[in-house]
């Protein structure tokens, strides 16, 4: 130690970091804290390098969990260099891992910025003002850093979905010099690009190239080729979404419902505790959880290797949360994707994706990665047990009575510019009707009203139902006449959702898995008539419902409680078939 305080006074900066690197940098030793802390104190406060100290000693104070002196020390680099952007970002995420997002904002707006800073403080602010909900302003900052360097495949991929969900149309409109529509599309990221194109080739090259991107190969494949010997086949699901997540209320009962004396099932749960009702009933299901949301990839890897896991589940897809990484390892010598993410997953690790005949019909195989895995029936699992508010009335949702009323509860990011098109023309057409959407957010709802307005159509025609809870929300659904799916998204919890409560549905049927999800589920309700392939089709199905009573009544009989339990709700039947599909891949003798 003697040794170490005497270099701390006589060495240069470049001596102190060599003897940082040798004893470990960034790991927040006391060594290294005591090491910056001397040199730092027997220095001139004119020493050219002085920031650079104190910024790294905030660097190992934030490893060594001491908040408030990191940001001391951050805030004493900046001191001595205003421009010395790392300090402002780093003393800014400290500030919002401790909740002060208001700081944080404040550092990052006030730091000085060159041309080199400014797209970072500026993507630092988006990030932070999208978890916020204030995506007005993320979009304008993203923006405003794209304006400064439109090579940022990151910053496009966030600014584009923002676009989607304010409904900014046309979302790829080239209003960034240097920045193409095609260039858009490209860095769009895997979950916009499912409502921009449903051409299958495309979703994948764009996901393949985020895949690139976001994950990196491992030294080593942890699965045997071979499998293993088990009396009984172990089922690993790994998800970020056990808790209230629409991917959650579908599989819950799937869950409870796999034939123990052929399967044992496990749970690698990176959720969130949210405390719900939901998360428990999942989290009881399983007859091992694991919790890996604070380990290490690698380490969550090999917890699955260990627990020799022979068919892993990944229930996130591209989806926030998801966990890559941890499959690169090729943990278990099966591996596939199912529910989370609907469409295309070219991870190479990955073997299948769950699907049905229907959603990716065979001729379609070559198009994705990886390669499809049937569900006999529909690809949708689904939960008897769902929890279904008490019955309402129209006047108890501030609904007309007297009017034919359309509506679509998707998010508004999967609302495209030409459908929004179609749906004021099926409104024009249609009398007095109104169209009841989701009230997403202030902003995508205020863009909404103004495409009417322009479409000739009066904005008061638009109805917004608050967010609510899931009970209430299910008996809600009861009380529109139609539902008018989106394209190329399609609606699938909701669609189920509505099917379920006897609300008639009409779709776009497309190419891609994601287009395809509602006719999947009409077509095995056996309520084919409600599936269109053309947008005129699609209006002319829906104007004929709507001004034909006889026709409408005809068509809402396909929807009944008793259709419902029979095909698409009966999760006995389901669950055999989603089995049947795991033990044709099975490595391991049933």
């Known amino acids: 130690m003697t040794a170490l305080a005497d270099l701390s006074h006589d060495a240069s900066f470049g001596h102190i970091v060599a003897s940082v690197e040798r004893i470990g940098a960034n790991q927040g030793l006391p060594s290294v804290i005591a090491l910056y802390r001397g040199w730092i104190d027997a220095q001139p406060d004119h020493q050219p390098l002085l920031h650079a100290a104190w910024f790294n000693l905030g660097v190992e104070l934030s490893r060594a969990k001491q908040g408030v002196d990191a940001a001391e020390a951050y805030r004493a680099s900046l001191r001595l260099k205003p421009d010395f952007h790392p300090a402002a970002i780093n003393l800014g995420l400290l500030l919002e891992q401790h909740g002060q997002t208001d700081s944080a904002l404040s550092v990052w707006r006030g730091a000085t910025q060159s041309d080199e800073a400014r797209t970072g403080l500026l993507n630092h602010q988006a990030r932070l003002m999208e978890r916020m909900g204030r995506l007005a302003e993320a979009e304008r900052l993203l923006r405003a850093s794209l304006a400064t360097d439109p090579v940022q495949p990151d910053a496009v991929q966030h600014w584009v979905h923002l676009r989607q969900k304010l409904c900014i149309w046309p979302v790829l409109a080239p209003v960034i010099p240097g920045l193409a529509a095609a260039d858009m599309l490209r860095q769009a990221g895997p979950l916009a690009v499912l409502a921009l194109t449903d051409r299958v080739e495309q979703q994948k090259a764009i996901s393949a190239d985020w895949i690139a991107r976001k994950t990196s190969a491992t030294p080593e494949r942890l699965s045997p080729l071979g499998g293993y010997r088990h009396d009984r086949i172990r089922i690993g699901y790994i998800s970020s979404d056990f808790c209230r997540h629409a991917m959650s209320y579908l599989i819950a009962e799937l869950f409870e419902r796999h034939d123990r004396a052929r399967f044992e099932i496990f749970g690698y749960c ?321």
């Not at 990955?350 to 994705?368: K, Q, S, T």
């Open 270 to 590: 990176s959720s969130p505790d949210d405390g719900s009702d939901l998360r428990r009933r999942v989290i009881g299901a399983f007859d091992c959880h694991r919790a890996i949301r604070d380990l290490p990839d690698e380490a969550a890897a090999r917890l699955i290797r260990a627990d020799e896991i022979d068919i892993l589940i990944d229930l996130n897809g591209l989806t926030a949360g998801a966990r890559l990484q941890v499959l690169r390892w090729h943990p278990a010598p099966v591996q596939a994707t199912y529910l989370g993410f609907i469409g295309p997953v070219p991870l190479p690790e990955l073997d299948y994706l769950l699907c049905d005949g229907f959603v990716v019909p065979p001729a379609l195989d070559a198009a994705y990665a990886p390669k499809p895995l049937r569900i006999v029936g529909n690809y949708q699992a689904n939960d008897s047990k769902r929890v279904i508010g008490a019955p309402m009335t129209r006047a108890m949702a501030d609904l007309p009575a007297d009017r034919f009323v359309f509506c679509c509860f998707s998010n508004h990011y999967k609302i495209t510019q030409p459908m929004f098109a179609a749906w004021m023309d099926i409104l024009r057409q249609t009398g007095d009707s109104v169209l009841w959407l989701v009230a997403d957010n202030p902003w995508s709802c205020e863009n909404l009203r103004r495409a009417a307005q322009a479409a000739g159509v009066d904005p008061g025609r638009l109805l917004f139902a608050d967010r609510t809870d899931p009970a209430h929300y299910m008996a809600r659904l009861s009380l529109p006449d139609l539902f008018l799916d989106t394209f190329p998204y399609n609606a699938g919890t909701i669609a189920s959702d509505a099917i379920r409560m006897g609300l008639p549905l009409l779709t776009l049927c497309g190419e891609s898995y994601a287009s395809r999800m509602a006719a999947s589920l009409l077509n095995t309700l056996g309520a084919s008539g409600g599936i269109a392939h053309e947008v005129a089709e699609y209006t002319r199905l829906a104007v004929d419902l709507a001004n034909d009573p006889a026709a409408m009544a005809t068509f809402r009989q396909a929807f009944t409680p008793e259709r419902w339990a029979a095909t698409i709700g009966d999760i006995a039947a389901f669950a055999s078939a989603y089995e049947a599909a795991l033990l044709s891949v099975s490595r391991t003798p049933a």
